[in-house]
């Protein structure tokens, strides 16, 4: 096997760094940030939508199976024992997916050629992250869920 043992002459050696690392500043700068903030944008709202139907199943029988009515598609959706009957987390799932696949296309047909700061967004998209996980714990959100409830007329 050939190894090559020579560099480039030194007077070369500076120019070539200098192209390279600016073609690829110039690459990066051609894609906008607007698509993946669409797409990483369209997850929280989805995210969100989980979240929010999960906790209106627990209120009502009614919305309980409103909400089932959404994923009742499934063939287990409706079973019996250990092979079946997921209950009402196929509609949940059924509009987390609408949800996200509406709002991504939306998003991204919005911002495809925008520019969004990308460093801003990281933290925006951790913090939003970690609230929604938050509030899939029952101990913290079921009494904010209990006052929106009964504050809209869900529950008396």
């Known amino acids: 096997m050939h190894r090559q043992t020579h560099s480039p002459p030194s007077a070369l050696a500076p120019t070539i760094q200098p192209l390279v690392a600016e073609e690829a500043r110039s690459t990066a700068q051609t894609k906008p940030s607007g698509p993946l ?69 939306s998003f991204h047909l919005a911002w495809r050629r925008l520019d969004f700061d990308l460093r801003r967004w990281l933290w925006c998209f951790t913090a939003a992250l970690a609230l929604l996980t938050l509030g899939f714990f029952h101990p913290l959100a079921d009494p904010i869920v209990l006052v929106l409830a009964r504050w809209f007329g869900v529950i008396g």
């Open 37 to 105: 903030i669409a797409a990483s944008l369209s997850v929280l709202f989805a995210i969100f939508t989980l979240m929010v139907t999960h906790h209106l199943s627990r209120l009502t029988p009614e919305l309980e199976r409103a909400i089932f009515a959404f994923g009742a598609w499934i063939p287990w959706a409706h079973g019996e024992g250990p092979g079946g009957n997921i209950g009402s987390y196929g509609g949940k799932e059924t509009l987390a997916l609408w949800v996200w696949a509406a709002s991504w296309v």
